[in-house]
């Protein structure tokens, strides 16, 4: 059973003229793609295929808005660093993202989606010194854990914990065999209620 009975795709955006009314609360997630941002989605609303994941990095091209509940959101961010996107596109995207990202006064948190076997990139630090300038707080998930013995995996999160040290909270996650989902779950829930009922 879901813990969120009522969740629900909403759109896709490819212009800010398509966003979701600003009204309310939500978390985006963002980080390289590939990383399993949707992947990381499905499980915590827990619904097979709710978000769209793909083997093909940049599967998720668009601002994909969800419901939650009421007023409460998800948004699964297009992935950045894929290498095969053309400039076009790359530029779309990042105009796209400039767009949302600015003034978006719903925005109550960032779930940052890294690969746990890769180390955070040049491009998820200027996320979260993004986030730090505008007072967002971050949870980073380190997916994938399943791909790492636990003696790795647990250096890995430590690692990264104090790379990262007061910017954000860190946590090891899975798809696979939904490692971390409640911990996912709570942090999610108290983005949402940080921003006001
Ligand atoms: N073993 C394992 N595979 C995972 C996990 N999370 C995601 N994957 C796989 O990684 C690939 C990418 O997952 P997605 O969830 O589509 O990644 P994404 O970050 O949404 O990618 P883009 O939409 O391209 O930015 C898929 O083949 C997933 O099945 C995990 O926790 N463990
Ligand atoms: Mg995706």
Do not use: C
Not at 76 to 81: H, T
Not at 94 to 123: C, N
Not at 148 to 172: I, M, P, Y
């Amino acid at each position: 059973m879901s813990q969120y009975p009522q969740a629900a795709f909403i759109k896709s955006a490819n212009a800010p003229s398509q966003f979701v009314l600003d009204e309310g609360a939500e978390v985006a997630f963002a980080g390289r793609s590939n990383a399993g941002k949707s992947s990381a989605i499905n499980i915590i609303v827990n619904r097979r295929q709710f978000a769209r994941t793909s083997k093909t990095p940049g599967r998720t091209q668009l601002v994909n808005f969800f419901t939650l509940r009421d007023d409460k959101r998800l948004v699964d961010l297009p992935g950045y660093g894929f290498a095969k996107v053309a400039d076009k596109m790359r530029h779309h995207w990042a105009d796209l993202m400039a767009d949302y990202f600015e003034g978006r006064k719903s925005l109550a948190g960032m779930f940052l989606i890294v690969d746990i076997r890769r180390q955070p990139t040049d491009f998820d630090h200027e996320m979260l010194a993004f986030a730090e300038s505008v007072g967002l707080p971050v949870h980073v998930l380190l997916t994938k854990s399943d791909k790492l013995k636990r003696g790795q995996a647990a250096n890995a999160l430590l690692k990264v914990r104090r790379e990262l040290g007061d910017s954000a909270t860190v946590q090891q996650f899975s798809a696979l065999d939904r490692q971390g989902e409640d911990e996912a779950r709570a942090r999610l829930e108290e983005f949402l209620a940080l921003s006001g009922e």
